[in-house]
């Protein structure tokens, strides 16, 4: 396969690894050029909101699978909302019509638990599905990154379902994974203050609103979501479009700290009080670890790591990727 990869951040820079050390031909599209490039791939500067340029790219390079992983994270976009707007659903339709237009094969389109929190109040059950009951009023998302990922999704089922375009969506769970020096995430500024503080052996205390939650949530190492979207490009059947990328098990506040602790046994760290809230300051807490039973039977996904591993893994020092 001849496969395209936008976005050159972790989860990106992760699948085109994978995808070059299995033999395909990668090129990675972003706005600027990554520091590191895995072997074997090709860098394409390239902005996704830009159709006529991704038609270019595509048809110049014989593209014949997409995995869009180009996107605005929430910290990003509370600077430019109009931007991260831009980014993540000008973005994403202009994928999706560029597959349309070109007859690209699989599109494989990266999207968020976060498309759900706003059911938490009302969610009653041992496990969230991918076919949530949402109000579209009372339920609306909480953040405009969430809204931009809903958005996102709806346009990859309707491009298939109008035009045939073969897309599948994956919702990704709070992702662990990238440098620690420069967070773009909520779990990763969350694990870079600790990691700091254990480092430096100072004691710290937590009371950042978007650092604490009350109950728990679902977290995914970026070395699964990029092993997702290789399970999601190779699926012969994908018929629900549509998967959450999770281990299916919730993580309280308590046992995060946990597992940094085990990784960073210097830590001292202190939470100001549990919130009521839910993660990242999402109003409701988490009713229910998340559904993957669908990503297993029609992905043939199951995550490998879970928050000790992840945590171990991505807040030591390493020379080079370990999917």
């Given at each position: 396969?001849?496969?395209?990869?936008?976005?050159?951040?972790?989860?990106?820079?992760?699948t085109a690894d994978l995808l070059a050390q299995r033999g395909d031909v990668v090129v990675v599209a972003d706005i600027r050029e990554p520091g590191i490039l895995p072997g074997g791939c090709r860098f394409a500067r390239c902005d996704v909101t830009d159709g006529p340029a991704l038609e270019a790219l595509i048809s110049g390079h014989g593209i014949t699978r997409i995995v869009h992983t180009a996107a605005m994270l929430s910290t990003a976009i509370r600077k430019?909302?109009?931007?991260?707007?831009?980014?993540?659903?000008?973005?994403?339709?202009?994928?999706?019509?560029?597959?349309?237009?070109?007859?690209?094969?699989?599109?494989?389109?990266?999207s968020s638990t976060t498309v759900g929190y706003s059911t938490f109040g009302s969610f009653r059950g041992e496990t969230l599905p991918e076919d949530i009951p949402l109000r579209l009023v009372s339920e609306r998302p909480g953040s405009i990154y969430a809204a931009t990922k809903i958005a996102g999704e709806h346009l990859a089922?309707?491009?298939?379902?109008?035009?045939g375009v073969d897309a599948v969506v994956l919702r990704y769970a709070a992702v662990i994974g990238g440098p620690l020096?420069?967070?773009?995430?909520?779990?990763g500024r969350l694990l870079a203050e600790l990691v700091s503080a254990a480092r430096s052996g100072n004691p710290i205390r937590l009371d950042d609103p978007l650092l604490l939650w009350g109950g728990g949530?679902?977290?995914?190492?970026?070395r699964d979501c990029a092993r997702a979207n290789l399970a999601a490009l190779d699926a012969t059947a994908p018929r629900q479009r549509v998967y959450n990328v999770a281990t299916g098990r919730s993580v309280d506040l308590p046992a995060f700290l946990a597992a940094v602790k085990a990784a960073w046994p210097t830590l001292e760290a202190s939470v100001s009080a549990i919130p009521e809230t839910g993660f990242a300051g999402f109003r409701h807490r988490r009713p229910a670890?998340?559904?993957?039973?669908?990503?297993?039977?029609?992905?043939?996904?199951?995550?490998?790591?879970?928050?000790?591993d992840s945590v171990r893994y991505w807040s030591h020092p390493r020379r080079a990727p370990d999917p």
């Open positions: 396969m001849s496969v395209l990869v936008t976005g050159a951040g972790v989860i990106g820079t992760l430019d909302p109009v931007r991260g707007i831009a980014v993540n659903v000008m973005g994403t339709a202009a994928i999706l019509d560029a597959a349309r237009l070109l007859g690209v094969g699989r599109v494989v389109c990266a089922l309707v491009y298939a379902d109008l035009y020096d420069a967070p773009t995430s909520v779990p949530e679902d977290f995914v190492d970026a670890p998340t559904d993957v039973t669908a990503a297993l039977a029609e992905l043939g996904f199951a995550c490998l790591h879970d928050i000790a």
